[in-house]
Structure formats: C-alpha cells, structure tokens
C-alpha cells in the first residue's frame, strides 16, 4: 500500500529514526496499517543489551506514532504539520521484541484534528499483542 | 441513553477533565477557564473532546474546540450534541 519511498514523502523522520518499513492498509480517518522488520543491523541492538538484544519499547511506542502521522496526514489533506510533539502516552507492554520478528503496528483514529490526534494503538509479533495503547499528539 | 441530568452530567465531566489534566477536580469549578485558570492546552480540550465523544456516544466537529472554555460551557456542548 504504501513502500519505504512513500513513507517518506509523508514522515519527517529518517534514517536512524524511522521505524516503518511499510503500510500494508490505511483507511483515512479510520485507521492504519503498517510493519516495522527488526534487524540485528540495528545500532541500538549493541546497549540493548549487548548479548540478549531486546528491541526498546520506547521504539515500539515512536514506531506506533509514526503511522498515527501517516493516518493524520492522510485523513486531513489540507494538514500543513510538519512535525509532531507526543502529548500523551499510555501503554501496557505484555511481551519483549526481538531481531528477526516483524513488529504489525495497528493503528484507530479516537478523534483527528487540524491541532493533532488521539489514537489507541497495537502491536503485535505473529499476531500476538506485544504493546497496547493510546497516545495522543500536537500537529506543528 | 437514558437522559442525564445536569448534576451527573456535571459530575461525570468534571472527572474527565480532572483524569486528562491531572488537575485536582476542586479546582475545575463550572466558571474557572481552562487555559487562563486551569492551564490547559489545546491538546488537553481535543482529548476531553476525544473523551465526551465516547463516553456519550456523540460527535462533535473539530471547530468546537473553542467552545471548551470552561466546564460550564463544556456541558452545554455536551448537551447541544446529546439532543441532537
């Protein structure tokens, strides 16, 4: 649905920092779709922790945000933010993500505005829930 | 929904204000203004916004925000919305 390349054109983030390989759906205004592969190549695998690589959970919720971006750029077009300022987070993590599993984001539009969005987010590895959520942010 | 009355409705909006803010519920009075008594930002009113929607089952447009300018109003909104 959506390739690294058009990711791009609609995220400000970028290598090392864009957690979003691709978007499998989007539905404007409704939700979104996307994955993230975890790769060992990955920096912060090295203090994270060294021998037992566990990918952080900080990344996961930034991974979660990055397709409530995509949602919101696509559900108002006229949405001229260029970035975005997390307001509230809220998240229970029930399972560790590793190098090799594929982190399935999914992602429900609560409320869209032109001032930013509220979503509640999953995701999952092998369709098993890994962190579920919400998450507010400001549009800038 | 069965209809509420305006002291639950107080009630049940003031709690959400006072859980999305994390300001003590005393101090969210019908009259105190959110951002220039309370502190609130813009962020705050679309998730309160975010909050009355679900909680009443109703859908307010986004150029209501302004309306949200202190719990008074807020219930009149809601109330606007849940006649509607």
New interface residues.
């Given amino acids: 649905m959506m390739n690294i390349n058009e990711i791009e054109k609609v995220l400000p983030q970028r290598y090392p920092f864009l957690m979003l390989d691709r978007v499998t759906e989007i539905k404007p205004g409704v939700y979104i779709k996307a994955y993230k592969n975890v790769s060992i190549n990955e920096e912060y695998f090295k203090g994270h922790f060294g021998e037992t690589p566990i990918f952080p959970g900080a990344l996961t919720a930034e991974a979660m945000a990055q397709a409530a971006c995509i949602l919101i750029k696509k559900s108002i077009p006229d949405l001229k933010a260029t970035l975005f300022y997390i ?2 987070a809220k998240m229970r993590f029930f399972k560790t993500v590793a190098p090799g599993d594929q982190l399935n984001i999914s992602v429900k539009a ?2 869209m ?6 979503f509640e987010t999953e995701a999952s590895v092998d369709n098993k829930i890994v962190v579920k959520g919400e998450m ?3 549009c800038k | 929904m069965p209809q509420l009355d305006d002291l639950t409705l107080e009630k049940e909006l003031r709690e959400i204000i006072a859980k999305i803010t994390e300001i003590e519920s005393e101090r969210i009075t019908l009259e105190a203004r959110f951002i220039e008594d309370l502190g609130m ?4 009113a ?2 309160i ?2 909050a009355m ?2 909680k009443y089952k109703i859908r307010i447009p ?1 150029d209501k ?1 302004n309306k949200l300018a202190n719990l008074n109003e807020t219930i009149k909104l809601t109330k606007e919305y849940l006649k509607a």
Avoid: P, Q, W, Y
């Avoid at chain 1, 505005?113 to 509220?118: L, Y």
């Avoid at chain 2, 930002?41 to 705050?44: A, C, F, H, I, R």
């Fill in positions: 307001t509230n609560i409320k505005a032109h001032v930013g969005g509220v507010a942010f400001a | 930002d813009s962020m705050m679309l998730e916004l975010a929607e679900k986004e925000l």
